[in-house]
């Protein structure tokens, strides 16, 4: 399929929807995002389970407005839901694939970011879309496949500006756009967008929350 015909719009923090074809797939519903971030959607997928990233209400909201709809994640997530949902919560890990929402979706990686050496790693995977969008979650995945658009976690308790551009190099995609942002004050975006521009080797850029584009 042709990238270039999915929808991507921002919500919140490090949500993201993507659509094609009236379908549409959402990406960590979590905590900071839209109470309805969800809402509607045929297919949602949890990176991990930190409270910005895994909301067990929006999740809740959005299997209960589309009996259809149906969860990806790992089992640290899945086994939280998965009861109150029966055969609707699929857990997955790193190096499988699935289809949801009429899309391609592979698993790469396996841990959280370090936040500090005394704090334990819970797990994370990231999420190839279509062979071309890649949400990593807490983590600084490459995978093993290239990269069209980038969902770059730009700001996090775990990460410092020279390994988001150090990790923009790595993963060469052609675009980069941020998500895990709602930490990051108005004050120092320019900052950010500047340094990540100049040195990241992409096409670097942000979305408002509930900004659309094209990929």
Known sequence: MNASSLTLTKKTHSCVRLERDGQSLVIDPGGFTEDDAAVGADAILVTHEHPDHFDESRLRAALESN???????????AEQVSAAFPGRVHTVGHGDTFTAAGLEVQVHGELHAVIHPDIPRVTNIGFLVDGSVFHPGDALTVPDHPVDTLMLPVMAPWNKISEVIDYVREVKP?????????????????????????LGGADHGRLAPGDATRL
């Open 174 to 198: 052609r675009r980069a756009i941020d998500v895990h942002d709602a930490l990051l004050t108005d004050l120092a975006r320019p900052i950010y967008d500047r340094q990540i521009g100049a």
């Open 67 to 77: 009996p259809a709809a149906r969860v990806w994640t790992l089992r640290s997530v």
